[in-house]
């Protein structure tokens, strides 16, 4: 992560929908399972289950994908080393194993990591999956032709800061070793407790040399997974995959491929899905969406209807929508100024902007309130639900601004209900009754990106979101707050500039645990520590709510995406 | 439209009541038309509301900028509590969805920027439109051939296209409405610049400006003097016809977001933002959608009626201010 590029960060962000994308409505809490997700019989095999998605699956390399967990279609054809696992809330956002037999060995400092693959594994045209094959997959993630992906594994892998790739270097990597057939072993260049995370991304999907066609190897990936390719139209407009014969259940404990085929259809309208997925009609009866979410007004109209309510999924994935300021830009270098408007805003209006309390929940900690993720909980300057001006104003004067405060906000210009003028306007509203005067600055989406990302031209107070590369503190609190990652020229997302010893201290030790559930806490701790320093107000973390069509059954969302499964959905 | 602009006369030419002075005539022949009257009267009631925004919204009780949360249905996307959107002795035509600030107040500020805006891109193009086609009209071979090429490119360049390009990359500083209005003002001159030019040009040749001219008069002495009285007829009723084009484009850019900013409410922006509420909360899209009917709707009813009252041939067939019932009387 010490050179993420922009592109790779928004495609991070776009990775967010997509895995959003990657998972379908469904329902949350388990109570709602039972009424909705077929009472009256058990998921049986069989069937079609069609696909409605906006955005096309146009990169369907699994060197190119960013993913949080493998994503959701893609999953269904490429198998990786470890996966996410397939349970509802909570429980979901555990690292599991999947070609793997296990989540992988550590040396005793966390820099070398062993993985023993399953026996008897096999591709769709049944050759046997072997572990040359997923170094192979990995290395080829390399080549500036295939990039696209998170850049997690050239940043940690030995040597991989300089590597081609394997089309321009036939040498590869010598920080992977295949030792058999069975074994793999990564040498990291240091401690990375979180591997077996990262090892769920599609970039750890075996890919066979012989069949490897480059760029063009999108149009027909060869699956590991329960289903295969066999159209792939309009670069991923529109996708037909249907059980691979050579998939056996016994070796995968987690994609549950209740339904014999897979029916994609995408570029279509947000709203004509969602519309399409009500009336649940025909093929549509059979139908979830990977990527489309119920919008506040959408959500208004499903609510006063009992039979679609009861079709809706609900979804937590890790994500925090906050305020952050840029400690160099005067006022903002005064903590009692950010601590005001810490103390100003009112998150009720923020949230009803956002989409309402059905899909927005108020946020006063960065990390999202996960227990994966070590959620702490705390709030350093309470607002309470509404704010407190009062308190707000106390501050200023104590900063000496008397007689208020004149301060530019700026936002996206993009209709997303996340960075977007609605949740800047209320702000505004907020903050007018502390006495600070905001002036708007909307910014089209990528100016808006490409601002906030330059130490040159950061904003000193602006909207932004930041979303889990998998549900653990560490893709979430590195990138931001680790001050040997703040970017001088190029893309930085250390936007608060902060560059405490103790804390980037406190990252390499929590990176060196490996035991994930003693580093959650720490990093829920970290967060704790590093919020009294009032850099961002975090503001909500979004909810997801999707509609599905009435013959789907056995919906799945883990917190790890906050959507549903697709490989858990059957339709008989 | 424009072939009538051109046989069009101007009234100082228009010989055919004698004694009647131009003014009085045009009141008279637009009197006459009923349609345009109404309009005249639901243009003016609106300006008014325009005008009186702080007095109404005082009335009301209300501001167009402060958020309610207890108004709208939080946990159901915001909509609005209450039948009809909220509609209420305090909200006399509810509140916005999420937000739950008020539709009148919102509604009448925006008639501000709407004809605000529209109005004043309309003076732009009429002052570069005149200097233009006059300069053109006047001017030698050169100056002639330069003006129009440079006036068929402006016609030729796509309005919303333009507007785009130029709002996005004027700094955001820059006070919004007014870059709207000068936007508009900047990109659309070019017909009313070629409708001024052909008129320019037949004027030229009559016997009273050739005669100024043979007197020595200087170009400008002469387009003051005797042409720009003679130009009114036409530039006003296509003036009058510019407005609502004007209010539309206004609409449409910041429905796409480049007009003016939030919070100052725009009917534009409040369409754009009720465009997902048709179905939960229609009456926050009928509202803006219903005003810019009605004011685009009256505007040009009344840019009609200017036109017919101007033009005398269209005035003979409303036999009015031609003499000629006067004629029949007798």
Redesign the interface.
């Known amino acids: 992560m010490r050179h993420p590029s922009v592109i790779a960060r928004r495609v991070a962000a776009a990775s967010v929908s997509l895995v959003v994308a990657a998972g379908a409505a469904a329902c949350g809490p388990k109570d709602n399972d039972a009424s909705s997700a077929g009472a009256d019989s058990k998921p049986q095999k069989g069937g079609t289950l069609t696909v409605l998605n906006a955005n096309p699956q146009e990169d369907f390399d699994p060197a190119r994908l960013y993913t949080s967990g493998g994503g959701n279609v893609p999953s269904l054809v490429f198998r990786t080393l470890t996966t996410r696992n397939r349970e509802n809330g909570a429980a979901g956002a555990q690292v599991v194993p999947d070609l793997a037999t296990d989540t992988g060995r550590p040396s005793k400092n966390a820099t070398v990591w062993t993985y023993t693959l399953k026996k008897g594994l096999k591709y769709e045209d049944g050759t046997p999956i072997t572990s040359a094959d997923i170094k192979y997959g990995i290395e080829r993630s390399f080549a500036a032709e295939l990039s696209g992906g998170a850049p997690y594994l050239r940043d940690w892998l030995i040597g991989g800061a300089d590597y081609q790739g394997p089309y321009k270097d036939k040498k590869g990597l010598d920080s992977i070793e295949t030792p058999d057939d069975l074994t793999i072993v990564f040498h990291l260049n240091k401690p990375e407790g979180e591997f077996p995370y990262l090892a769920t991304q599609t970039q750890f999907t075996p890919v066979p040399k012989a069949k490897d066609t480059g760029t063009k190897y999108e149009e027909h990936p060869v699956s590991s997974g329960p289903y295969k390719v066999v159209k792939n139209e309009n670069d991923g407009e529109r996708l037909v995959l249907e059980r691979n014969t050579h998939w056996s259940a016994s070796t995968d404990a987690e994609r549950k491929a209740y339904p014999d085929k897979i029916d994609v259809r995408s570029g279509l309208d947000s709203?004509v899905i969602n519309q399409r997925l009500s009336a649940s009609q025909g093929a549509d009866a059979a139908a979830v969406t990977t990527d489309t979410n119920l919008?506040?007004?959408?959500?208004?109209?499903v609510?006063?209807d009992k039979a679609l309510a009861a079709r809706v999924g609900t979804g937590h994935f890790g994500y925090t929508n906050y305020l952050a300021f840029n400690p160099k830009v005067k006022p903002f270098d005064n903590p009692k100024v950010r601590q005001a408007i810490s103390y100003a805003v009112?998150r009720?209006?923020v949230?009803?902007?956002a989409?309402?309390?059905?899909?927005a929940e108020p946020a006063t900690t960065y990390l999202p309130d996960q227990k994966s993720f070590g959620y702490t909980p705390y709030d350093h300057f309470p607002a309470g639900k509404?704010g407190n001006p009062a308190k707000a104003k106390e501050l200023l004067k104590e900063a000496g601004y008397k007689n208020g405060l004149s301060i530019t906000l700026t936002h996206s210009?993009s209709?997303d209900f996340e960075t977007s003028?609605?949740i800047?306007?209320?702000l505004?509203?907020?903050l007018k009754k502390a006495g600070i005067t905001v002036k708007?600055?909307?910014?089209?989406d990528n100016d808006y990106s490409d601002k906030i990302h330059s130490a040159k031209t950061e904003p000193g107070l602006f909207l932004a979101h930041w979303g889990a590369d998998w549900p653990s503190g560490g893709p979430f609190l590195a990138p931001i707050f680790d001050g040997r990652q703040i970017v001088k020229d190029g893309a930085n997302f250390n936007t608060g500039f902060l560059d405490d010893k103790s804390v980037n201290a406190e990252i390499d030790a929590i990176n060196k645990l490996t035991d994930l559930d003693q580093a959650a806490q720490r990093w829920g701790a970290l967060d704790k520590k590093i919020g009294e320093q009032a850099l961002t107000v975090p503001l909500f973390h979004p909810v997801y709510k999707r509609l599905y069509g009435k013959d789907v059954k056995n919906i799945v969302i883990s917190d790890w995406t906050g959507v549903l499964d697709i490989s858990q959905v059957a339709v008989k | 439209m424009s072939e009538a602009l051109v046989a069009s006369q101007a009234p100082g030419t228009d010989s055919s009541v004698p004694g009647a002075s131009g003014a009085r005539q045009f009141w008279r022949r637009l009197r006459a038309q009923r349609a345009a009257l109404v309009a005249a009267g639901v243009v003016a009631l609106l300006v008014l509301i325009a005008l009186a925004a702080p007095l109404l919204t005082a009335i009301e009780g209300q501001d167009p900028t402060t958020y309610h949360p207890s108004l709208v249905d939080s946990a159901r996307g915001g909509v609005p509590v209450g039948p009809l959107g909220g509609i209420g002795g305090d909200h006399w035509l509810g509140v916005e969805p999420q937000t739950g600030r008020d539709l009148f107040a919102r509604l009448v500020y925006g008639a501000r920027v709407s004809l605000g805006v529209a109005l004043a891109a309309t003076l732009v193009q009429v002052l570069i439109g005149i200097v233009v086609g006059v300069a053109a009209g006047l001017g030698n071979r050169w100056v002639d051939q330069l003006l129009s090429r440079a006036t068929d490119v402006i016609v030729a360049m796509p309005l919303m296209i333009m507007s785009l390009a130029l709002l996005a990359i004027v700094p955001s500083s820059f006070p919004r409405p007014v870059l709207v209005a000068l936007i508009i003002g900047l990109v659309a001159w070019g017909s009313i610049a070629k409708i001024v030019r052909a008129h320019t040009l037949t004027l030229k040749e009559l016997d009273y400006v050739a005669a100024a001219r043979l007197s020595g008069w200087g170009a400008w002495r002469v387009a003051r003097r005797e042409l720009l009285p003679a130009l009114a007829a036409p530039v006003i009723t296509y003036a009058a016809l510019l407005v609502p084009t004007n209010i539309t484009v206004e609409a449409a850019l910041s429905f796409l977001g480049v007009g003016v900013k939030p919070p100052t409410p725009s009917w534009g922006q409040m369409l754009t933002a009720a465009d997902i509420w048709y179905q939960a909360a229609p009456q926050y899209l009928l509202l803006p959608a219903g005003a810019l009917f009605v004011t685009v709707l009256a505007l040009t009813v009344l840019g009609d009626g200017v036109r017919t009252a101007l033009d005398p041939r269209a005035a003979s067939r409303l036999r009015i201010g031609t003499g000629r019932r006067r004629e029949a009387k007798a």
């Open positions: 709203s919008g506040p007004a959408e959500l208004a109209k609510s006063g009112d009720t209006s949230i009803n902007a989409g309402g309390s059905s899909l509404s210009n209709k003028p609605e800047a306007t209320a505004q509203d907020a708007l600055q909307g910014l089209e």
